[in-house]
């Protein structure tokens, strides 16, 4: 490369430091935006499909899954789809696996709901959630900037899989109650209502019990009816989105007369923008919430980084764990404002995946 000329005297140092500063500060910038650095080389015209039905249908499931996770935090369930708006957008912009998924999760909603469930009426809940995921947030974020990513190292793998195993089947035996169609009640989950509150299981209702393991037999049975016909194998590849579907309109036509509990009417449009930290109460409240806040935060992100490293390495790519960090931290406290229920890399990104999703 020729040097630059500047009244006759070679300018070449001063152009490789210009060179070198501005490589610094590209590096600087696609390190923290990592979405900067993949976005100009998406392929909009093999991808952009794929991708667009791949949102949609993971957009669909959302509804239905986050309005679940919000009972499961004990919150307003309008609350659920709202945790699915702001946390996804800002996720895309600082987080390096480009095929993750944001949303609620039922372990993190599980473990939320515990923290909440002693803080007064439903409305002082949803209130007290919105507060607990802006602690839970912050505590992500400042585990990203003080680098404290290799915490996780000291972590046990037995003990971190026994953790999520149990939270698994403590998650399953949640739901128990709500597809026996027992009716809400402080009497407490399925196995404390058989041993101690026998008497409760005569509410049981065949028709939702019959619901239940219909939506249950279609899931495990579609997919590998795939082969058979096209109509199947378009099915297969998205059953939960079919079954979300053919249950949402046989339960609005005949639920009301065989007694099937509906979710019933949410409010419309998107949620209002404020800081959950309003008042000298909301600041006690935050500190008296604070401890089980840095756990969910620790759950949050060693279950949302061990799901897009292992999506990352079969892709063929790296994540890494400080913009992970802040990526989770700020998809929580974007969500806090509009009064989100904490959210993490969930497991339907490899489901995603299947649906022909390439990146988000």
């Not at 994540?319 to 993490?344: D, K, M």
Request: glycine share 10%.
């Amino acid at each position: 490369m020729h040097a630059l000329r500047y009244h006759g005297r070679s300018c070449a140092p001063f152009y490789w430091c210009w060179a070198a500063e501005s490589t610094v500060i590209d590096s600087c910038r696609f390190r923290f935006l990592p979405i900067l650095e993949w976005l100009p080389y998406y392929n909009w015209k093999e991808y952009g499909l794929k991708d667009l039905s791949g949102g949609i249908t993971l957009g669909c499931i959302l509804v239905a899954q986050s309005l679940a996770h919000a009972d499961l935090c004990k919150v307003d369930l309008i609350h659920g789809p709202y945790s699915c708006i702001l946390p996804p957008i800002l996720y895309s912009l600082f987080g390096t696996c480009i095929h993750s998924s944001i949303g609620t999760g039922g372990l993190i909603s599980l473990l939320t709901g515990e923290q909440l469930a002693h803080y007064g009426d439903l409305e002082q809940r949803t209130h007290a959630g919105a507060i607990f995921t802006l602690l839970v947030g912050l505590v992500i974020t400042m585990m990203g900037v003080f680098r404290l990513a290799f915490l996780v190292r000291f972590l046990s793998k037995p003990a971190l899989s026994g953790f999520i195993t149990a939270s698994a089947i403590l998650i399953m035996a949640s739901q128990m109650k709500p597809m026996l169609g027992l009716p809400k009640s402080d009497t407490g989950g399925i196995f404390a209502i058989a041993w101690f509150h026998p008497n409760e299981l005569a509410d049981l209702r065949p028709t939702t019990i019959a619901v239940s393991l219909g939506a249950l037999g279609y899931l495990s049975i579609i997919k590998r009816l795939k082969s058979l016909h096209w109509t199947l194998r378009m099915l297969g590849d998205f059953k939960e989105l079919s079954a979300l579907t053919f249950f949402a309109i046989a339960a609005s036509r005949f639920a009301s007369e065989f007694g099937v509990a509906v979710v019933g009417d949410v409010p419309a449009g998107l949620p209002g923008l404020s800081l959950p930290l309003q008042t000298k109460d909301d600041v006690a409240l935050a500190k008296e919430m604070l401890p089980g806040a840095i756990m969910v935060a620790l759950v949050t992100f060693l279950s949302s980084f061990a799901g897009a490293k292992k999506f990352a390495m079969q892709a063929g790519y790296q994540v890494i764990a400080i913009n992970e960090l802040l990526a989770l931290g700020f998809a929580n406290l974007g969500g806090a404002v509009c009064g989100a229920v904490p959210t993490q890399c969930f497991g339907l990104t490899l489901g995603g995946n299947g649906t022909g999703r390439v990146a988000q």
